[in-house]
């Protein structure tokens, strides 16, 4: 199809044959002659060049991480016939601008490539390529459709962590606190007389025969022994330009507090309260460490319910429960109704430890009262908290010096 320089061009012949015509100067023929009929030519040509491409895209070696500079590969082919000197791909990603390159050809291969500076984290699907072919001059071009889809993640950004902040204690000044995790889903609670119906299964030998009457195991659920991090996912919390929002800042601590926990050789779950709950278990730093931070790389600030409302939920039995023994709440969304749900954890004996982004100062404004009070109930109450604010440092604030200076403060 012609193209605007195409139509313009065709439009002067016409009108400079009309002019020499009527002027009589036939040697402006040539020229008027000349002009109609080179977009014409132009069009023919780039007919010839349209024909089914094949593509393929690579990327830089090694995981990619946020804020690195992006750097996807191109390069075009054809099943048979040439291609031409010069051509512009056109790559659709999603929730992007297009992205545009232009193609060089050397040989029998066209090369370009995408660069996005400072990529942020997500996934990055690539697909609807448009090879768009024209004249050395612009006046006809064509658009060829390549049938490929290519998937990119980019990853959260891990900070490497020397210690975890519940490693000094709690506000209250307890010191290496942890609890005594075990393994089995049920504890021994307490022992009791038989009653009729009973499984025998239940009986407790050594004080029936103490006793010398039936006396059966009172049994309870047992956390089981394991950590469990769960980011919220609240959208009214998520403050602050993309890439650096309160809620980028809030995977990157969960990414970094998971790290560590799997580093110290913890059984972990990470747990993202999203449009839908999320889990997945880490046991190692292989392929189970990937799948969490895919699902860390693409997590977006949209639950459509608070997290106090998720955890009630968990712990009434209507949603699947938290069978972790410690349990680290990364939130930029902290309210006293969820500072009264974590209450309520702890006291089904789990080991709560809070990871507060102040979504508040990512806008530059104050944190509200009912948010500060929140978060001083927690601290009193002997949780391990630490508070982030609009450019900390995450291994300073999620480290073990971090929450002596919250506690004082």
């Not at 977009?39 to 991480?65: E, F, K, S, Y």
């Not at 545009?100 to 390529?129: D, F, K, M, Q, W």
């Not at 022992?191 to 004080?207: A, K, M, N, T, Y």
């Amino acid at each position: 199809m012609l193209t605007r320089n195409g139509k313009l061009v065709m439009a002067c012949g016409v009108g400079l044959y009309l002019a020499a015509w009527g002027f009589g100067t036939a040697v402006m023929y040539p020229v008027a002659v000349g002009l109609v009929l080179a977009p014409g030519l132009a069009a023919l040509w780039v007919r010839t060049m349209r024909r089914p491409l094949r593509l393929r895209r690579t990327v830089q070696r090694g995981d990619l991480i946020e804020g690195v500079d992006l750097r996807i590969g191109i390069e075009v082919r054809t099943g048979g016939g040439p291609l031409p000197a010069r051509a512009v791909l056109i790559d659709q990603v999603d929730g992007m601008h297009p992205l545009e390159t232009p193609l060089y050809r050397r040989g029998a291969v066209a090369r370009g490539g995408h660069l996005i500076h400072a990529a942020p984290r997500g996934r990055y699907r690539l697909s609807s390529a448009l090879v768009r072919i024209s004249d050395p001059f612009w006046l006809a071009e064509t658009q060829v459709p390549v049938e490929r889809a290519d998937v990119i993640i980019v990853y959260p950004q891990v900070v490497p962590l020397e210690g975890l902040f519940t490693d000094a204690g709690s506000a209250g000044g307890d010191v290496n606190r942890a609890l005594l995790h075990r393994s089995s889903g049920y504890d021994l609670h307490s022992i009791r007389d038989f009653q009729q119906g009973e499984s025998l299964r239940r009986v407790h030998w050594p004080s029936t025969a103490k006793r010398r009457r039936l006396m059966v195991k009172e049994l309870h659920d047992a956390p089981r022994d394991e950590a469990c991090v769960l980011l919220d996912g609240d959208s009214t919390a998520e403050v602050g330009d993309p890439g650096q929002s309160s809620f980028d800042v809030a995977v990157r601590s969960a990414a970094s507090v998971l790290a560590r926990l799997v580093d110290a050789g913890q059984r972990c779950s990470l747990i993202v309260h999203g449009e839908t709950r999320q889990r997945v278990r880490v046991g190692s730093a292989g392929t189970e460490w990937a799948d969490a931070l895919g699902v860390l790389a693409v997590a977006r600030a949209r639950a459509p319910r608070p997290l106090s409302a998720f955890l009630g939920e968990s712990m009434s039995g209507a949603a699947d429960p938290i069978d972790a023994a410690r349990v680290f709440i990364v939130t930029a969304g902290l309210t006293p109704a969820l500072a009264e749900r974590l209450m309520t954890l702890r006291s089904a004996q789990r080991d709560v430890a809070v990871v507060w982004i102040d979504a508040a100062t990512f806008a530059g404004g104050r944190t509200p009262s009912g948010v500060d009070g929140a978060a001083l109930r927690l601290a009193r109450s002997g949780f391990a908290l630490t508070r982030v604010r609009a450019g900390d440092d995450l291994r300073v604030a999620l480290s073990a010096p971090a929450l002596r200076a919250v506690a004082n403060a």
